[in-house]
């Protein structure tokens, strides 16, 4: 389980469908080791505090294994690491092996794995298509959260160490398929609405 590749981006105004729009979600590889914050990561910014950014959302994840799919996807886009609005581009960690709560190590670093990532229509801008979201949500492919509890240094290379599992066993991508459909699987929902790991408001939203 490794970093790819260290993404920060401050947010800056585009112009979208004739309005103008300020967003943080274009994200850049950086060469340096990057300082990661409770919030965010040196370097880094989001627009819209209200829905981004947050001590549960303080580091985005997304898994490199989903570069292939997205390239079959969208043969005529360029993928670069941080495309996806990600602080980190990883290997060896998927929506369907990470448990809520699971808990890593990098160096003094200490992080622990928040919730999905549910997009926004800003992903839409930034591939330019209005249907991205639509199709990244579907996808399932859609990486996670680390919560930081420990702050310090990271940087591209760096290795992740898993240090705790969490016990009850909800998938970053149980999660995910609750969000779309919970009607199929009610145990898993009312296990998922008491899951002290999850933030409050999905625990509410699963509740409701």
């Not at 490794?2 to 920060?8: E, L, M, R, Y």
């Not at 448990?99 to 794995?113: A, C, K, P, T, W």
Request: net charge negative; charged share 25%.
């Amino acid at each position: 389980m490794k970093i790819v590749s260290v993404n920060v981006g401050l947010p800056h105004e585009v112009t979208w469908k004739g309005k103008t729009v300020s967003t943080g979600i274009f994200k850049a590889p950086v060469s340096d080791r990057v300082m990661v914050r409770s919030l965010n990561l040196d370097g880094d910014g989001q627009a819209d505090l209200t829905v981004h950014g947050g001590a549960d959302k303080a580091v985005y994840v997304y898994p490199f294994e989903h570069y292939d799919y997205w390239q079959d996807e969208l043969p005529h886009t360029e993928l670069t690491p941080g495309i996806f609005g990600e602080n980190f581009t990883t290997t060896g960690l998927r929506e369907e092996d990470l448990n809520i709560g699971d808990r890593f190590q990098i160096g003094d670093v200490e992080l622990m794995v928040s919730q999905p990532r549910m997009p926004c229509y800003k992903l839409g801008i930034r591939f330019g298509r209005p249907d991205m979201v639509k199709r990244f949500l579907a996808s399932r492919r859609t990486g996670f959260y680390f919560r930081v509890l420990q702050e310090g240094e990271v940087g591209a290379g760096d290795t992740l160490e898993l240090v705790n599992r969490d016990e009850n066993n909800i998938t970053v991508a149980d999660i995910t398929q609750l969000y779309i459909n919970a009607e199929g699987n009610q145990e898993l929902l009312h296990r998922a609405a008491q899951l002290e790991a999850l933030p409050k408001s999905w625990r509410d939203y699963f509740q409701r």
